[in-house]
């Protein structure tokens, strides 16, 4: 039997119909398509955490459930007493292990779209149906038409990112109450670019037992470590952690992650200049011919350009040396749309002055 016919005949047809996710090259680019912090850690910085990295034992497994370092994120982001923490590989280990505990055949996740790809990925591979509502064309979210999908489905579980991706709005939490109470599944408050949208709902999650917020790190600066948690009711944490595989976050992560925790003003400075240079992106592209920039509370900037160019503008841009993400034809709303990635005053002239050289 042939390789072919072994994944025609076993694999699930729900996968065969997948296209991996690919991850475009970069090399000899400046690469603003996967809204990376630009910022490195100073030479004084890295060398303190090199020498804790020698005193960690790689002969053993790590900590099982990194108890030391969700003590310290519990401490850092002030997650309130009456929740619980649940760490993953990355916040898409944490939606893997949401769906794989609440969905399969016959259930039914919803998500408003356009935003992040892996909630649909994630429920076809485990099975799951996804239903997706609208959103304006402002890309605020509809949230009659959630509330009725919430009543003909009856979902196991609604993703609300908080801002955005790839649009870096944000949702109410006048919306995320109602959506809360007319959901008996999982609502996942998706919190990634938390530190540059200065709002959360961590505080009003205690309220209702079917509220989880998710973190991540990656956006903060640590995205070679693969951090994220969840936030939720006791029960809730618990029965997800029956899905989760042992030892899932490393002793590297565990160790360099609570390092980093221990300089967390160093990484809020960062932010800050983010979203400053994030106020400076904005008004530029503005005066771009032809472009419409979209407010954003994330570290990314989402803009449309001229009918018909996306592709175009986003191949020409790779070949003056900037790379952006290319959304054109992803979703009806994000016909000929572009996303950059805010990164250094530096390399945020240089896109825009790429921009104007194609379209000025």
């Known amino acids: 039997m042939t390789s072919g016919s072994v994944i025609k005949r076993w694999a699930h047809p729900q996968i065969q119909n997948l296209t991996a996710y690919a991850v475009a090259p970069a090399e000899g680019l400046i690469k603003l398509d996967a809204m990376e912090n630009p910022y490195v850690w100073d030479r004084e910085l890295k060398d303190a955490w090199?020498?804790?990295?020698?005193?960690?034992?790689?002969?053993?497994?790590?900590?099982?459930?990194?108890?030391g370092l969700a003590?310290?994120?519990?401490?850092?982001?002030?997650?309130?007493?009456?929740?619980?923490?649940?760490?993953?590989?990355?916040s898409d280990e944490l939606i893997q292990m949401v769906s794989m505990t609440v969905g399969g055949p016959g259930?039914?996740?919803?998500?408003?779209?356009?935003?992040?790809?892996?909630?649909?990925?994630?429920?076809?591979?485990?099975?799951?149906?996804?239903?997706?509502t609208p959103r304006r064309h402002d890309f605020s979210i509809d949230t009659d038409a959630l509330l009725d999908a919430i009543e003909k489905h009856d979902p196991c579980c609604v993703f609300l990112a908080n801002p955005n991706?790839?649009?870096?709005?944000?949702?109410?939490h006048e919306a995320i109450d109602q959506i809360a109470k007319r959901c008996s599944g999982i609502v996942v408050v998706d919190e990634a670019y938390h530190a540059f949208?200065?709002?959360?709902?961590?505080?009003?999650?205690?309220?209702?037992?079917?509220?989880?917020?998710?973190?991540?790190?990656?956006?903060?600066?640590?995205?070679?470590?693969?951090?994220?948690?969840?936030?939720?009711?006791?029960?809730?944490?618990?029965?997800?952690?029956?899905?989760?595989?042992?030892?899932?976050?490393n002793s590297l992560t565990q160790m360099s992650v609570e390092f980093a925790l221990r300089h967390i003003d160093w990484f809020d400075e960062k932010s800050r200049l983010i979203c400053e240079a994030r106020a400076r992106l904005f008004e530029s592209l503005k005066k771009v011919s032809g472009i419409t920039a979209y407010p954003s509370a994330a570290n990314f900037i989402l803009f449309r350009v001229p009918?018909?160019?996306?592709?175009?503008?986003?191949?020409?841009?790779?070949?003056?040396?900037?790379?952006?993400?290319?959304?054109?034809g992803a979703h009806p709303l994000?016909?000929?749309?572009?996303?950059?990635?805010?990164?250094?005053?530096?390399?945020?002239?240089?896109?825009?002055?790429?921009?104007?050289?194609l379209l000025g």
């Open 71 to 90: 003590k310290t994120l519990r401490q850092v982001f002030e997650v309130p007493r009456q929740l619980d923490i649940l760490l993953g590989n990355g």
């Open 165 to 172: 991706n790839p649009t870096g709005n944000v949702c109410t």
């Open 107 to 132: 259930r039914t996740m919803l998500a408003p779209e356009p935003s992040f790809s892996m909630y649909r990925v994630i429920a076809a591979i485990t099975g799951s149906d996804y239903v997706a």
């Open 334 to 357: 994000l016909t000929d749309s572009l996303r950059v990635t805010v990164s250094t005053s530096l390399e945020n002239a240089t896109f825009v002055d790429a921009l104007n050289d």
């Open 50 to 67: 090199l020498e804790e990295l020698r005193h960690v034992s790689l002969n053993r497994y790590p900590d099982g459930r990194a108890l």
């Open 307 to 328: 009918a018909g160019t996306g592709d175009s503008v986003h191949d020409d841009l790779q070949r003056q040396g900037v790379l952006v993400k290319n959304l054109n």
């Open 197 to 249: 949208s200065g709002q959360s709902v961590l505080d009003q999650a205690p309220a209702y037992d079917n509220v989880v917020v998710m973190r991540t790190l990656s956006k903060l600066g640590l995205a070679g470590l693969r951090l994220g948690f969840l936030s939720g009711h006791p029960d809730v944490l618990e029965t997800l952690n029956k899905v989760r595989l042992p030892y899932n976050i």
